[in-house]
């Protein structure tokens, strides 16, 4: 069996890994083993996609992801497989900072992805009447919620808290992760256990009569988290892991144990149908010089190179995932030769409609993470971009770099250009990350249902299949091993 894999990225070398590891075959109706044989293709000349790890003299720096949530035991458990046990470090616990009205705030603790359940951990961020707000939600008509429906995060924190509490706290919180001010998001879409609470707060209610539709509380079902949370056992380690010398030890070591032929600078513009398997344009050709075939497919590319590829073969498929659309972001890493003057946090969260300020994030990764401490001076990494704003397309290179250390400085009072800048790498993450918001679950189910119906033999993956995490992406990916074969 011939298997193609489109997209050398995190979910494509996952299911490279899998198939080797699977490496017999799949057995046929007849009892033979088959022999598998995998190809990776890749566009761009190096594998990893939004993992990336730069060498910077100091040591290896990644660009693009550099953490996991090691709550995930999955995760952690296929590392050790792997053989990289033994580079996953983790953070310092440093506190993070927000940046509202021309200071810096200690970051909520409490909450769920900062939303409150009472103003008593956000006071120090909104007005008093905001706070009087938080704190009168539960008095108020709850909110109409269906089971397995998902809402607009923005939309539903500015109707129950008000816009500050969006504003000064949530879309920062957000925006670190999926690069889109809340109200590009959906709450089911990236704030998963916070929709299942207000399922469970909603069957609770409609228990006797099956109903599926109530009314709940954004406060209660904040409140019942967190009480959930502190019920969980301690000591269970850091919430997030890296990797020593970055992400290149897991998608290097991905490649190198997967045993798949790896293509790179291999761009594929399209697939065909040639018999009961399919050719792709850009792919490789036999001895005999004919395009190869293959029986299986997987797509592990953003959305909308996944809809260009399934145009012809599967054009309703196409069709639904155009809607998925992509946020820009950069980021601009700086080392520095001394450290003095830099706070102690592990990184500083820009509010939105901060006008001074063009960066949304900075990460200070030698006070984050203890293993670059080690390393000497100071390693900052400056994050541009938001759905919708394309600074990260239009700056060009110098002037990130300048508003990166301008920022820096109004932002904690650091003066960059002091400490003496010793390296920089600005990496530009054209269509970054997928926009979550709250028609994105159905999309990404009616996608695979009709891909199965329509093409069965192809299967898609990724960070917009599956989530952004690092473990969710892995998951989806082995999973969708799992049923290829
Ligand atoms: C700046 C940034 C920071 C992040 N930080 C974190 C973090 O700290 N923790 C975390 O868990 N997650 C983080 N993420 C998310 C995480 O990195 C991604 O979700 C994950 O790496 C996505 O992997 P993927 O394989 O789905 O997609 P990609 O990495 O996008 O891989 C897709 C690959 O397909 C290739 N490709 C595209 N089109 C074609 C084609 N036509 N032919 C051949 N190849 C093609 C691309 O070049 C790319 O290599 C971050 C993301 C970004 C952008």
Redesign the pocket.
């Known amino acids: 069996m011939r298997v193609a894999i489109?997209?050398?990225?995190?979910?494509?070398l996952t299911c490279a890994y899998e198939l080797g590891q699977r490496g017999g075959g799949a057995v046929d109706a007849g009892g033979a083993v088959d022999a598998l044989n995998v190809d990776v293709?890749?566009?761009?000349d190096r594998?990893?996609?939004?993992?990336y790890t730069v060498p910077f003299e100091g040591g290896p720096t990644d660009m693009?992801?550099?953490?996991?949530?090691a709550r995930r035991a999955d995760a952690v458990e296929f590392f050790r497989e792997l053989g990289l046990g033994e580079s996953l470090v983790e953070p310092s616990g440093l506190g993070s900072l927000v940046y509202l009205d021309g200071r810096t705030e200690s970051l909520p603790r409490g909450g769920i992805m900062g939303i409150p359940s009472t103003s008593e951990g956000v006071a120090h961020l909104v007005s008093a009447e905001t706070a009087a707000r938080i704190d009168a939600e539960s008095e108020r008509e709850g909110f109409a919620w269906t089971v397995g429906g998902d809402m607009n995060v923005g939309a539903l924190v500015r109707e129950r808290y008000g816009d500050e509490v969006v504003d000064n706290i949530v879309t920062s919180l957000l925006g670190g992760v999926y690069?889109c001010a809340a109200d590009d998001l959906g709450v089911r879409a990236t704030i998963p256990q916070l929709a299942d609470e207000f399922d469970r707060l909603v069957r609770e209610q409609g228990a006797e009569q099956g109903s599926l539709h109530g009314t709940v509380h954004l406060s209660t079902a904040v409140r019942n988290l967190e009480n959930a949370r502190k019920q969980l056992p301690t000591g269970q380690g850091a919430v997030f892991n890296a990797f020593r010398d970055g992400y290149q030890e897991l998608y290097e070591t991905l490649a190198e144990a997967s045993g798949a032929s790896i293509y790179i600078d291999?761009?594929?513009?399209g697939i065909a149908r040639q018999g009961d398997g399919f050719t792709l344009k850009?792919g490789e050709r036999d001895e005999d010089g004919r395009d190869r075939v293959y029986d299986k497919i997987v797509l592990?590319?953003?959305a909308p190179?996944a809809a260009l590829?399934l145009k012809q073969i599967a054009p309703d498929v196409a069709a639904e995932l155009k809607s998925v659309q992509l946020a820009n972001?950069a980021?601009v890493g700086m080392r520095f030769a001394t450290d003095e003057g830099l706070p102690q946090n592990s990184g500083v969260l820009v509010a939105a409609g901060e006008q001074d300020v063009r960066a949304k994030a900075f990460t200070l990764s030698s006070r984050k993470w203890p293993h670059l401490a080690e390393r000497g001076g100071a390693l900052v990494r400056a994050?541009f971009g938001r759905f919708g704003d394309d600074v990260a397309i239009r700056a060009d290179e110098d002037d990130l770099v300048d508003w990166a250390l301008d920022d820096l400085q109004t932002v904690t009072g650091f003066d960059g250009r002091a400490a003496g800048l010793e390296e920089i790498y600005v990496q530009r993450?054209f269509g970054?990350?997928p926009r979550f918001d709250e028609q994105h679950l159905s999309t990404v189910a009616r996608v695979k249902e009709l891909l199965l119906h329509d093409a069965p033999s192809i299967r898609v993956?990724?960070?917009?299949a599956s989530g952004?995490?690092?473990?969710a992406?892995i998951a989806d990916a082995r999973a969708v091993v799992k049923h290829l074969l």
């Open positions: 489109i997209g050398a990225g995190l979910a494509g293709y890749e566009a761009t594998i990893g996609g939004k993992l693009g992801a550099e953490a996991f949530m690069s291999a761009f594929i513009s850009g592990a590319v953003p190179t590829l972001s980021v994050s993450w970054g990350l993956t990724g960070a917009w952004v995490g690092v473990p992406v």
